[in-house]
Each structure stands twice: as C-alpha cells, then as structure tokens.
C-alpha cells in the first residue's frame, strides 16, 4: 500500500515551458487536492476533485489545470511555468471530502521555475 | 493563524518539558480542525483532530483544545522528545470539507537536548 505518491520530487523548469505534476494514490479516495507550499507559510489550496470527472478551484488556481479522469490518479498541469509558480507541491487525498480523518500527503514535488 | 509575515514562529523546548502550540483560526463558521506535524523534507502528518461541538480531545501524548470564543486552538504535547522536532500546522475546515482545509503558517517546533 503506497498511499499518495507524488513525482517526480524535484523539477526545474525554465520560464514558459509548461509540465505535469503526476499524485497517484491507492486507497480509493474519492476526494483528492492539490496544496501548494511557500516558505513561511501554511498550504493553500489549488485544485482540488471530490471523485473521478468532478474538479474544482481552490484559493490560488491561477496558472494551473487538473482533471481526474481515474479515482486514482489527479495530475497537475502548469501550462506556462512562472517564476511566482516557485514552490513545495502537495498532493493530498481522503476517503470522502469530509476531511473526518484527515488528509493523507503525498511527500511532494519541489519546483524551482527559472 | 499562528504568525504575521513571512517567518515562521519558533518555539524552542527542552527534551522532556510539555510543548505548546497555539493557533488563532480565523472562520468561525469552521467547523472541524486539525493539527499537523511536518519534518524536513516530507509532506504533512495527521496528528489530532476536535469538531467543534467538542473543547478538547486527548491522543497519545497529544492534547488539543479548542476555544470557539476567542477562536483559539492549542497542541499540548506532553514529555516532548526529539522526534517532536517539526513544523506544526493547525488547519481548519468550513462544513463539508469539499473546499479543502485552510491552513496556518506554522510553528517550528525546536527540542534542545
């Protein structure tokens, strides 16, 4: 049992080139999310999906796709990489969006945009 | 949350002593909250969570209170051992969870020997 496995867990980009943050999990969580993590501060959400087809803005979308085509896998998308896009990338999942028992993290993804 | 501007609080123990992390949360709608611990490197750990129909709730060496009055949260960990060391996150959420957890800034939690 993997739980929430996120890759890859380093990436540079240069300025406009776009990528995919990939967070698979295997616990067959309905809810899954995306946070992002700058220094100093507290996760903020992005995307998140409350079950396969269904996906929806968070506090900070700007800039970022998602789609959830399967239960398991909830890939993000920059489509033209920023310097203020800079950050620690959470991928977060839960049996159901009533965060009873918490949120299982991914350990994340680490993107520098240059 | 537990701090204004861009550096996170720090609170610095002694091995052995009780830890407490404080948080202010800012939606008094929310009705669900949770701790988190972070180490280096890793992604957020589920600690403790409270509902807020409740004003505390124990764990194993872990104590949270929830004050809805003042909006106040607090962590007790008790007997505090170097493993404790981390950034803790207080999160809260606004009824059905759909929307996410809102998060705090952290407390960088220090143990010195």
């Known amino acids: 049992n993997a739980g929430v496995t996120q890759t890859p867990k380093f990436q540079v980009l240069k300025t406009g080139q776009s990528m995919t943050l990939q967070c698979a999990q295997d616990?067959?969580?309905?809810?899954m999310s995306w946070y992002r993590q700058d220094p100093g501060m507290g996760l903020r959400l992005i995307h998140y999906?409350?079950?396969?087809?269904?996906?929806d803005q968070g506090e900070v979308p700007n800039g970022y796709n998602v789609s959830r085509s399967t239960t398991e896998d909830f890939p993000l998308r920059l489509l033209s990489a920023a310097p203020s896009q800079t950050s620690v990338y959470f991928c977060?999942?839960?049996?159901?969006?009533?965060?009873?028992?918490?949120?299982?993290f991914g350990s994340g993804t680490r993107l520098t945009v240059v | 949350g537990e701090s204004v501007g861009l550096h996170l609080p720090t609170l610095s123990v002694q091995e052995g002593d009780n830890s407490i992390i404080n948080c202010a949360y800012s939606n008094s709608a929310s009705d669900y909250f949770i701790w988190y611990k972070q180490e280096s490197g890793k992604g957020p750990q589920f600690i403790i969570d409270i509902r807020s129909n409740m004003d505390k709730r124990q764990g194993q060496r872990v104590t949270v209170l929830l004050n809805k009055t003042v909006k106040h949260l607090s962590l007790q960990i008790a007997a505090t051992q170097p493993g404790d060391s981390a950034v803790y996150f207080c999160?809260?959420?606004?009824?059905?969870?759909?929307?996410?957890?809102?998060f705090g800034k952290g407390t960088h939690l220090i143990i010195q020997p």
């Open positions: 999160a809260e959420n606004t009824g059905g969870g759909a929307d996410g957890l809102t």
């Open positions: 977060a999942s839960s049996l159901n969006p009533t965060p009873k028992y918490g949120y299982t």
């Open positions: 616990m067959n969580h309905e809810y």
């Open positions: 999906s409350v079950g396969a087809g269904i996906t």
